[in-house]
């Protein structure tokens, strides 16, 4: 049985929910990336950031990234999967959800052990399944009908 712990990229760094967005974003280019997680005080994972939302939910709203911080762009809990999670069900929650990035964490102590990314699928699993996965997250959702509208509404794509 393939396991996250086999096709996970390890040396994943979290940006502390105190550090500003500017920081996260150095830290971004620095080691190459497209998402940090988001560790509180204690290194428990409580988010993840995205090159994507410091652009739209920061700069575009005309907000300062060298003082909002990470914790601030924190919403929810991260979808996450344990190590010893097998790499089936780790696909089909990243499809179910259409993302492209997912914490790997060690349990109980919820702590951030590695990642895994559209790249680390592509590594290691079969051409037939990398199609599969690519299809389904790339899927496009269609959009929430118009207010008043008889054509209902869906959800959007997550992730980035």
């Given at each position: 049985?393939?396991?996250a712990?086999?096709?996970?990229?390890?040396?994943a760094?979290c940006?502390g929910?105190?550090?500003?967005?500017?920081?996260?974003a150095?830290i971004?280019?620095?080691?190459?990336?497209?998402?940090l997680?988001?560790c509180?005080?204690?290194?428990?994972?409580?988010?993840?950031i995205?090159?994507r939302?410091i652009?739209l939910?920061?700069?575009?709203e005309?907000?300062?990234?060298?003082?909002?911080?990470?914790g601030?762009?924190a919403?929810?809990?991260?979808?996450?999967v344990?190590?010893?999670?097998?790499?089936d069900?780790?696909?089909?929650?990243?499809?179910?959800h259409?993302?492209?990035?997912?914490p790997?964490?060690d349990?109980?102590a919820?702590?951030?052990?590695?990642?895994?990314?559209?790249?680390?699928?592509?590594r290691?699993l079969?051409q037939?399944?990398?199609?599969?996965?690519v299809?389904?997250?790339?899927?496009?959702q269609?959009?929430?009908a118009?207010a008043?509208?008889?054509?209902?509404?869906?959800?959007?794509a997550q992730?980035?």
């Amino acid at each position: 049985m393939t396991t996250a712990l086999d096709i996970m990229h390890t040396g994943a760094l979290c940006v502390g929910e105190r550090e500003s967005l500017a920081d996260a974003a150095r830290i971004m280019r620095e080691q190459h990336v497209g998402a940090l997680p988001i560790c509180g005080d204690d290194d428990v994972l409580i988010g993840i950031i995205t090159d994507r939302d410091i652009v739209l939910k920061c700069v575009a709203e005309g907000r300062d990234p060298a003082t909002m911080t990470a914790g601030e762009l924190a919403e929810g809990r991260p979808l996450i999967v344990e190590g010893e999670d097998d790499i089936d069900e780790v696909l089909e929650l990243m499809e179910e959800h259409q993302i492209r990035r997912l914490p790997v964490i060690d349990h109980p102590a919820h702590r951030l052990i590695g990642m895994i990314s559209e790249a680390d699928v592509a590594r290691h699993l079969p051409q037939e399944r990398i199609a599969e996965f690519v299809a389904a997250v790339c899927a496009e959702q269609p959009l929430a009908a118009p207010a008043g509208s008889a054509a209902g509404t869906a959800g959007t794509a997550q992730g980035s």
